[in-house]
């Protein structure tokens, strides 16, 4: 079974930043897609940032263009969201997802979603 496990969420003030990290484990041929989504109190999940593989072709939400970036290191399984200029309305629950192909053989084409880690904003 593939997990996803996430760190690097917490406290940090406005204009902080902040780097969270995001790594599979298990039986992997190939990841896809990784992204990163978050959800506020009261809102729905929205997407944040997301990488290809293919080409490293990036996405990122308006709110957030210019302040974060997404990357990847395909070695150690793990994608990365580096947040700088944080501001209090990106106070949110962050959300990896990979889409990837999953062993044992045969393998097959899964999406799998990490625990989340709480990201505040705040003075």
């Known amino acids: 079974q593939v997990q996803l496990v996430e760190s690097g969420g917490g406290l940090v003030q406005p204009r902080g930043s902040l780097r969270l990290s995001c790594a599979a484990s298990g039986s992997i041929f190939g990841i896809n897609v990784m992204g990163w989504y978050r959800q506020a109190p009261g809102k729905e999940r929205e997407l944040v940032a997301r990488?290809?593989?293919?080409?490293?072709?990036?996405n990122y939400a308006d709110s957030v263009k210019g302040r974060f970036t997404i990357s990847r290191d395909n070695a150690k399984n793990t994608a990365y969201l580096q947040m700088n200029s944080l501001k209090p309305e990106d106070t949110a629950v962050y959300y990896c997802k990979f889409t990837l192909v999953a062993g044992p053989i045969p393998y097959k084409y899964v999406e799998v979603w990490g625990q989340g880690t709480l990201v505040t904003v705040s003075s």
């Open positions: 990488i290809t593989n293919n080409g490293g072709i990036t």
